[in-house]
């Protein structure tokens, strides 16, 4: 391969990259502005209506004032790792985004086979994300512990103990969802769930689903998990010397995160770009995939408008006393299942219903 | 030759994150230091196919262990006079095992283990070879031992850093739910006949 | 895997990362340069509620945040194990599945003894 070549190649890479980053970065942007609307519906009353018409230049407005706040950097800091943080906060949740299959296109018929697209498609797509998720902690503890302020290292402190909490159940649940599909590879996940409904991993896995999403809002400190923020008791927490387009930065993060999670729920249970069913594959497999995300974005902002916030207590024993246990039973249960029938004759409709998921087995 | 100057890249950046962890001044520049040099190396392990390994890396170490490192340095307290103290006291010791290692370092390059022969007949696997397939297969049949021992290793660390670090507070107030979600009307109710 | 493979897939993360840099490093320089800054003493000083800062930020934490991270890393390798067993359990069949049985019973009888000890008890 020529030099030439090569340059076309990483041009075309990164175009790639841009088509998925800078929508990331849109999406970020207008879920700020729904979630207005969303909860000021849900409150009773209008939200913003000002900016443009039905208030939808609003995002570009406060993108606008941040932009021309001016940026504070505390006397006492450690400048160096203050300046990081935000980028450091930043850059995992983009990262993550280059292994999510966005769905499979022949592009109008110029490919034979179907093409998954993906920034990258790699064969350990699942342990990608969660290994690129849990970096988002050193953004929360590099800027607590950087702003060389008491409530920036409260926050950061109880806000990593909270994050890695919630991983470990999030790990045994993808544990769980990988016994099924018996591969790693994001896109031959989403294929083992292909034909209808009855075939997505939420009907086996429907309690990993559910430990999933939670875990997944409380890795994104998203309310009921928001009390690292914990405006009445830590102003904030590691945020708190942060200002302007710094300060929003974080805020990025964090719903970038949270899109994240959604297409992510949407990828390991609900059968990712694939229609409920087949009747309506005529639309295509992105609209599908980018509908079921929009409904789990949907249910973040509405367990923000719902929900009270957790005390700190009661959060870690949900993440270590109820999930821990629930999602290592669970695996044992999904693999007694695939065994029943090998133990005694009288539960191979055991190992038949589990068989039933398992397409990739051969 | 773009596979080699990857490998340089990684190589030289990981050897500066090493020296970086040694020479800051600053322990928590010292752990970032040590966090850029692990992905390097997963970027090494990427490139001897060993993609399982390298995320692994990144999962375990910078995700996890790190984090751990971190919590123990922020809540140090870290006097800058105290640590130059001892320096003179732990020269010699630091040195002889400093020049050991220097002269192990170079008997071990100069063996011939490291001849360009010898590496380079490590190609790369074919198409359909799955790292994380490939592991899987041999952890759970031929290494069977290590892996039930490792669970016995967790097994020790749990136990020791319980034992180790739990103090239970005698102050504090602990919330039962269980016991608040059994208590019945006679527990808590007495009637009174005024 | 491959040689192709490895240019293919992991090359564009590679970019992806300086991608990200950028995307994350520009809006911070750029608002450095547009907006006015001008700052006092009082301003650059460390919050506290309004009250002069007193006493070092850098405070000793609970015994009970460093158990936690260490209890997650114990936990964290245990996931980490799980992961190839799941890929290939149906290639080493119920051998495989029995014994990783056993190491999730030595491990769980960790856990049990950490939530008898109250380790994973908060106040």
């Known amino acids: ?350 190992s038949d219903m589990i068989g039933f998921y398992q397409p990739w087995r051969s | 030759m773009l596979e080699a100057g990857f490998f340089y890249l990684f190589a030289a950046m990981s050897v500066i994150g090493g020296m970086g962890v040694v020479l800051a001044r600053n322990t928590m520049h010292s752990v970032m230091f040590l966090i850029f040099c692990f992905f390097n190396t997963a970027g090494l392990f990427f490139l001897l196919d060993a993609e399982f390994l390298g995320i692994i890396l990144i999962l375990i170490y910078v995700g996890a262990v790190m984090v751990l490192f971190m919590f123990v340095i922020m809540m140090l307290e870290v006097n800058k006079a105290k640590l130059k103290e001892g320096f003179l006291q732990y020269l010699p010791v630091g040195g002889v095992i400093a020049l050991i290692l220097l002269i192990e370092l170079i008997a071990a390059s100069s063996s011939g283990v490291f001849n360009t022969e010898t590496i380079a007949a490590v190609g790369h696997f074919g198409k359909d070879v799955n790292n994380t397939v490939e592991i899987g297969k041999v952890l759970y049949t031929q290494y069977l031992l290590g892996f039930e021992i490792a669970a016995i290793i967790l097994l020790v660390a749990l136990v020791g850093a319980i034992v180790l670090t739990l103090r239970t507070r005698k102050d504090a107030k602990y919330q039962n739910i269980s016991k608040q979600v059994n208590v019945r009307k006679e527990d808590r109710l007495r009637k009174v006949r005024m | 895997m491959g040689a192709e493979y490895l240019a293919n897939e992991y090359i564009p993360i590679f970019i992806f990362i300086l991608v990200a840099l950028g995307m994350g490093a520009a809006p911070l320089l750029i608002t450095v340069f547009v907006a006015e800054q001008k700052p006092d003493r009082e301003k650059l000083s460390a919050y506290e509620c309004g009250f002069e800062a007193f006493e070092d930020a850098r405070m000793h934490f609970d015994v009970r945040f460093y158990l936690v991270a260490i209890l997650f890393v114990i936990f964290d390798l245990e996931t980490a194990f799980l992961f190839p067993w799941a890929v290939v359990l149906d290639q080493i069949g119920m051998f495989g599945f029995i014994e990783m049985m056993l190491f999730l019973i030595i491990l769980l009888v960790g856990y049990i003894y950490a939530w008898n000890k109250g380790a994973l008890q908060w106040e």
């Open chain 1, 1 to 350: 391969m020529g030099w030439l070549d090569m340059a076309i190649t990483a041009g075309i890479w990164a175009l790639e990259i841009l088509a998925i980053a800078v929508p990331v970065a849109l999406t970020v942007a207008y879920t700020t502005y729904i979630e207005r609307r969303v909860i000021g519906i849900m409150q009773i009353r209008k939200g913003c209506n000002r900016v443009g018409p039905f208030g939808l230049l609003q995002p570009l407005a406060d993108g606008l004032k941040l932009f021309l706040k001016e940026t504070i950097i505390p006397t006492n800091a450690n400048k160096l790792l203050f300046i990081a943080a935000p980028v450091m906060a930043l850059v995992p949740a983009l990262v993550a985004f280059a292994v999510v299959p966005f769905g499979e296109t022949r592009l109008f018929g110029i490919w034979d086979e179907a093409h998954v697209m993906a920034v990258a498609h790699l064969n350990v797509g699942l342990l990608y994300v969660l290994a690129i998720g849990s970096l988002s902690i050193y953004g929360v503890l590099m800027a607590g512990w950087a702003s060389n302020s008491k409530y920036a290292l409260i926050g950061a402190v109880r806000a990593t103990c909270q994050m890695i909490s919630y991983e470990i159940s999030m790990g045994f649940a993808l544990v769980c969802v990988l016994m099924l599909a018996g591969s790693m590879d994001l896109a031959k996940i989403v294929d083992a769930q292909a034909g209808g409904f009855w075939h997505w991993y939420i009907i086996p896995l429907f309690p990993m689903f559910l430990v999933y999403f939670i875990s997944g809002c409380a890795e994104s400190n998203r309310t009921p998990f928001d009390l690292v923020e914990g405006e009445a008791e830590i102003v904030a927490g590691h945020i708190v010397e942060y200002s302007g387009m710094w300060f929003a930065t974080f805020s990025l993060a964090e719903y970038g995160a949270m899109i994240l999670i959604s297409l992510l729920t949407c990828i390991l249970f609900l059968g990712g770009w694939h229609a409920p069913i087949e009747a309506l594959d005529f639309i295509p497999g992105t609209v599908w995939l980018l509908l079921k995300a929009a409904f789990f974005i949907f249910v973040f902002i509405w367990f923000r408008a719902t929900f009270p916030r957790y005390r700190y207590d009661q959060m870690m024993r949900l993440g270590w006393k109820i999930f821990l246990p629930w999602t290592l039973g669970w695996v044992a249960v999904l693999g007694i299942c695939t065994y029943a029938g090998e133990l005694n004759h009288s539960l191979q409709f055991l």
